[in-house]
C-alpha cells in the first residue's frame, strides 16, 4: 500500500524514491511487524487472560511444564495480526503470487484457531482430532498447490525441482507437483508446531529459518543475482521477500513476550500458519528441497516424532526419552534455556549450510 500511495509522489519529495526498493521496504516491514507486536502484546495477553484462553499441558511430557498450565494461549493470533499488517503497508498489491502467500498462511493459521478454540472450549489438550486437522491442511495445500501449478500457464513458474548440489538437475514433475507441493506446505506446517514445547524455541528457530528464505526469495526475484547464482528466476518473488522480512519483525516482538519465562504461548494458530508460510514461499521460489536444509531443526524434531512413533508400535521400545527430541535433552538433565538456546544454534548453522549451497553447484 505505502508503495502505491507514496512512491508516485517522488517527483515532489525525492526522499520517496526509497519506496521504489524492496530492501527499504523489507527493513520498513520489520519495524512495523516489530512495534506492532510490542504495542499489542500486553493487550493481547490481558485479552487471553480475561477469556480464560489457557495452555494445557499435555500429561506425558516433562514433569517441570505443568507449571506452566494456565500460561494465556493463542498468541499466533498477535504474530498473525502484525505480519498480515506490516505486509499489506509494505508490499505491491500487483502480485498474486502475494495474496497467494497471505492466504496460505491465513488459511492454515484459521484451522490452528480452530485447534486452539475447542481446547479451550473444552478445558483439555483436545482440539481437533488428528484426522480432521490433517484433512484441513491437505485441502488448504491443494488449494496453493493447484493455483502454482495453474499459475505455470503465465510462463513465469514451472514444475521443476531446483535440487541442491547439482547444477545441471532439474527434473520436472509436472502433475506430479501438485501432490509434493501438499507434502511440503503440510510437512512443513506440522515440523514447526511439533518444535513448539519449549519457551521461544519455535518462534527464534522460525526467525532463523524466515531471514534465510528472506534472503533466497530476494535473489530468486532479482534476475541478475539469480543468473549469477544460477538458481530459478521467479518473476515479481522479490517483494515476497518483504512478507518473509515481515515474519523476522512479528517473530522478533512475539519473542520479546514468549521468551523464558513465558507470558504467552503461540498455540497452533502461530505454529501452523508460520510453518505454512515458510513451506509455501520455498514452493514460489522453486527452493523446496533447500527447506530440508534450511529447516534442518524443523525436519530433527518431525524425525523424532517419527521414529519414536513407529519404533513403540513395531518393537514396543522408545528411542527417545520423550518425542519431540527437544524433550528428549530435557529429561535428560539440559535446562530449558539451554535446550532452547543450543537449538537455536544448530538452526542457525542449519541455516548457514543452506545459503552455502547456492555456490557448491
Not at 51 to 79: C, D, F, S, V, W
Not at 106 to 114: D, P, Q, S, T, V
Not at 279 to 289: F, N, P, Q, S, W
Request: proline residues 3%; positive net charge; charged residues 15%.
Amino acid at each position: 500500500m505505502l508503495y502505491h500511495l507514496l512512491y508516485p509522489l517522488h517527483q515532489h519529495l525525492p526522499a520517496l524514491r526509497l519506496f521504489r526498493y524492496i530492501t527499504f521496504r523489507g527493513a520498513v516491514a520489520i519495524v512495523i511487524a516489530l512495534l506492532i507486536s510490542l504495542l499489542l502484546g500486553p493487550v493481547l495477553i490481558r485479552w487471553l487472560q480475561r477469556l480464560n484462553l489457557r495452555q494445557y499441558i499435555r500429561e506425558e511430557g516433562p514433569a517441570a511444564h505443568q507449571a506452566k498450565g494456565g500460561t494465556p494461549t493463542m498468541g499466533g493470533l498477535l504474530i498473525l495480526l502484525a505480519l498480515t499488517v506490516a505486509a499489506l503497508l509494505c508490499i505491491r498489491w500487483d502480485s498474486p503470487l502475494f495474496w497467494l502467500l497471505l492466504g496460505s498462511t491465513l488459511a492454515f493459521g484459521a484451522i490452528g484457531f480452530a485447534d486452539d478454540f475447542l481446547k479451550m472450549k473444552r478445558r483439555q489438550n483436545l482440539g481437533l482430532t488428528s484426522k480432521q486437522k490433517f484433512m484441513l491442511q491437505i485441502l488448504a495445500a491443494l488449494a496453493v498447490a493447484w493455483f502454482l501449478y495453474q499459475y505455470r500457464l503465465t510462463g513465469h513458474y514451472d514444475t521443476s525441482l531446483t535440487v541442491p548440489f547439482f547444477k545441471e538437475l532439474h527434473p520436472d514433475l509436472g502433475w506430479l507437483f501438485i501432490p509434493f507441493a501438499v507434502l511440503v506446505i503440510v510437512g512443513a506446517s506440522n515440523a514447526v508446531n511439533l518444535t513448539d514445547g519449549l519457551d521461544g524455541l519455535a518462534i527464534g528457530s522460525t526467525l532463523i529459518a524466515a531471514a534465510t528464505y528472506a534472503v533466497l526469495t530476494y535473489a530468486a526475484g532479482n534476475a541478475k543475482i539469480a543468473d549469477y547464482l544460477d538458481i530459478p528466476y521467479v518473476l515479481d518473488t522479490g517483494e515476497l521477500s518483504i512478507f518473509a522480512a515481515a515474519i523476522v519483525g512479528a517473530s522478533l516482538g512475539f519473542l520479546w513476550f514468549n521468551a523464558h519465562p513465558a507470558q504467552v504461548f503461540m498455540g497452533d494458530v502461530g505454529s501452523l500458519a508460520l510453518g505454512a508460510a515458510i513451506g509455501t514461499l520455498a514452493l514460489i521460489i522453486k527452493e523446496e528441497l533447500l527447506l530440508v536444509i534450511v529447516g534442518g531443526l524443523f525436519v530433527m524434531e518431525a524425525l523424532s516424532v517419527i521414529l519414536q512413533v513407529a519404533s513403540y508400535k513395531l518393537r514396543k521400545e522408545r528411542i527417545f526419552r520423550c518425542a519431540p527430541i527437544h524433550h528428549h535433552f530435557e529429561m535428560g538433565g539440559w535446562k530449558e534455556t539451554q535446550v532452547v538456546i543450543r537449538f537455536w544454534i544448530l538452526a542457525f548453522l542449519f541455516a548457514l549450510m543452506g545459503l552455502a549451497t547456492l555456490k557448491l553447484r
